[in-house]
C-alpha cells in the first residue's frame, strides 16, 4: 500500500464505506471554493466525506493534515451541493483519516 496516490486512498475509503452499509453517490466533486471527495449515503442521511491520506505518521498522521480552512471549504461546498441538488434530507460531514494501511472513520468530524 506505499506510495498510493490521493485517487486510490479515495477509492480504499470508497470501499471501505460501502462495506459498512453506505451507498455510494458522487466522487471529486468541485466548487471554485472547494472540494467534496465523496458523497454518500447512510439510510437516509447525505454524507459528505473528507477523505485524508498518509504513508506513515512520521509527520504528524491523515487526521493532523486537515486544516480549519479546509473544513470551511468543506461545509461550504457540501452547503452548495445540497442547495444545487435539493437536499432536504439530514446530512452530516465524515472524515475517513489513512495512515498507511489503518482506516480510521470519523462520522460527524465537524
Do not use: C
Not at 512520521?58 to 461545509?75: D, Y
Amino acid at each position: 500500500m506505499n506510495g498510493i496516490s490521493g485517487q486510490q486512498g479515495e477509492a480504499l475509503a470508497k470501499s471501505y464505506l460501502i462495506q459498512q452499509g453506505l451507498s455510494f453517490i458522487a466522487q471529486n466533486v468541485r466548487y471554485s471554493f472547494g472540494e467534496i471527495d465523496l458523497v454518500m449515503l447512510d439510510g437516509e442521511q447525505m454524507v459528505f466525506v473528507e477523505v485524508k491520506y498518509r504513508r506513515s505518521t512520521q509527520f504528524g498522521g491523515a487526521l493532523q493534515a486537515l486544516s480549519a480552512k479546509q473544513m470551511k471549504r468543506i461545509r461550504q461546498a457540501a452547503a452548495h451541493y445540497q442547495q444545487l441538488n435539493h437536499i432536504n434530507q439530514p446530512v452530516r460531514l465524515d472524515v475517513i483519516a489513512i495512515d498507511g494501511t489503518e482506516i480510521h472513520w470519523l462520522p460527524n468530524a465537524f
